[in-house]
């Protein structure tokens, strides 16, 4: 019963919310209400996540497990950077200082960590299947990294005309990935409007 009930629930305020964007003079308040109810269930979901992931931590560091010290570091980073937040603020210099710190190097490894994994990728497709398109592939891979990546003499001549070229097949390969990202966000949310999946109250 509680999972019908839930059920009903979750597709009736998703009806309500799609309907809001089409009839916005009678259903606008009804629907900014249900956005914000979702937002702060969300809000709340993160929060109790991340007290769970400190109880984790902190539980393997209680009992000795291997990588319990790693995770005392993460609890005291993570409540360390909670508390400066609140009492200096986000736009605080300092503050924003300490987040860069973490932040460029983080995402300069996970590019690195993608470079890499697209010339593994597409030395794969080659062993698998060679064709123009896997070929073009490597190809614009492997000169787009020559051209980003610092050399010792400099900016390579030409190299700003030959990036916005390829920026083409960057762009486009962009697009296809939003367009899937979509389609997909579309399917997810009508699967839950009509029943199909149920995250909220199991299967």
Known sequence: MLRVFTAALAIAAGIFVLLGYFY??????????????????????????????????MGKFSTRQKGGMYGLLLVISLFATFAAGVILGPENLYMRLAVDAVI?????????????????????????????VSVLFLVVALIFLFLVMPTPIGPIPGDR????????????????????IALGTLLTGLRVLFGVDRPYGGN
Request: overall charge positive.
């Open 104 to 132: 460029v190097p983080v995402e300069a490894s996970l590019m690195a960590i993608l470079a890499v994994t697209l010339i593994y990728a597409s030395i794969r497709l080659l062993r698998r299947r060679v064709d123009v």
């Open 161 to 180: 005309a030959m990036l916005d070229f390829l920026g083409m097949f960057s762009r486009g390969g962009a697009r296809g990935l939003l367009i899937g």
């Open 24 to 57: 916005p003079e009678q259903l606008e308040s009804l629907r900014l209400i249900l956005v914000d109810w979702a937002i702060i269930i969300a809000g709340i979901a993160i929060l109790v996540g991340i007290f769970n992931l400190a109880a984790v931590q």
